[in-house]
C-alpha cells in the first residue's frame, strides 16, 4: 500500500483567514514533505520533515507554518495569504529523506 | 549542480502508436531516477524509478524507461498508447547527498488522440 491521503481536496480562504491542510500516511515512512504546484508547472518543495523534525525550510514565507504531529502526520498551517498562493499543495512521503516519493492526491487552494 | 531538461513540452501522438519521453539530467555524482504521471486534477503518480542495476527499467501501465549513463538520460517509452495515457510526465532526479529533495523537468503533455 503506497497511499497518502490529504483533506481537504478544495479550500476557498479569504486573505483573512486560518485554515490547515492536513496530510495521512500509514506506511511506516520517516519523510514527509510539502510540495506547492502551480497550473503547468513541476512541483515546488516547500519543507521536509525527517523523523518528525523539518529537515529543509526552501525559504517558504511565513504564512505558510507546518506541523509534523507524529511520524503519520504533515499539517501545513495557512494564515493570511495572498491570491498568488492559490495552487495545488501536495504531500509527499517515503521511507528516509533520498528514497522514493509517494504523492497524495493534493488539495487545490483558492485564496480570495 | 544537478539539473533535469524534458526536452520535449508537448507531445502529440495517435492511440496504439509508440511514444517516447525524452529526459535528460545533469548530475556528476551516482543518482536515483524517476518517472511520475500526473492526470487533471489529481497527484503524482510514480511510474517506474531507476535505482541501480538494470538500465532498462519496467513500471506500471506498460511504461518502460532506459537509463544511459554515457548520455545522461532516461527516456520513457510505451509500445502502444491508449486515450488514457493523456497527462503530464514528470522527469525526476533524487538530489544527491539524500536531503529528500527531488530535482523536476518542466513535464511533458502527452496527448493522445483517436
Known amino acids: 500500500d503506497t497511499e497518502v491521503t490529504q483533506t481537504p481536496k478544495h479550500l476557498v480562504m479569504g486573505m483573512t483567514n486560518k485554515k490547515s491542510l492536513k496530510c495521512e500516511q500509514h506506511m511506516g515512512h520517516r519523510a514527509m514533505y510539502w510540495y506547492k504546484q502551480k497550473a503547468k508547472k513541476p512541483p515546488e518543495l516547500m519543507f521536509v520533515y525527517s523523523y518528525e523534525k523539518l529537515s529543509i525550510n526552501e525559504s517558504v514565507p511565513s504564512r505558510f507554518s507546518p506541523e509534523c504531529p507524529n511520524s503519520s502526520l504533515l499539517n501545513l498551517h495557512l494564515h493570511a495569504l495572498q491570491p498568488e498562493d492559490s495552487a495545488l499543495y501536495l504531500c509527499?512521503?517515503?521511507?528516509?529523506?533520498?528514497?522514493?516519493?509517494?504523492f497524495g492526491p493534493g488539495t487545490r487552494l483558492l485564496v480570495l | 549542480a544537478q539539473s533535469v531538461t524534458q526536452l520535449d513540452s508537448q507531445v502529440p501522438v495517435f492511440e496504439e502508436a509508440p511514444v517516447e519521453l525524452r529526459c535528460n539530467y545533469s548530475?556528476?555524482?551516482?543518482?536515483?531516477l524517476f518517472w511520475y504521471v500526473q492526470y487533471p486534477n489529481q497527484g503524482l503518480q510514480l511510474l517506474l524509478k531507476?535505482?541501480?542495476?538494470?538500465?532498462l527499467v519496467k513500471g506500471i501501465n506498460g511504461f518502460e524507461a532506459e537509463f544511459n549513463k554515457s548520455q545522461t538520460s532516461f527516456h520513457l517509452r510505451k509500445p502502444s498508447v491508449h486515450i488514457s495515457d493523456t497527462a503530464e510526465y514528470f522527469c525526476?532526479?533524487?538530489?544527491?547527498?539524500?536531503?529528500?529533495?527531488?530535482?523536476f523537468g518542466q513535464g511533458t503533455t502527452l496527448q493522445v488522440k483517436p
Open positions: 509527499a512521503s517515503s521511507q528516509d529523506t533520498g528514497k522514493t516519493q509517494y
Open positions: 548530475s556528476s555524482v551516482s543518482v536515483y
Open positions: 531507476y535505482l541501480s542495476g538494470s538500465t
Open positions: 525526476a532526479v533524487s538530489e544527491s547527498g539524500n536531503t529528500g529533495k527531488l530535482i
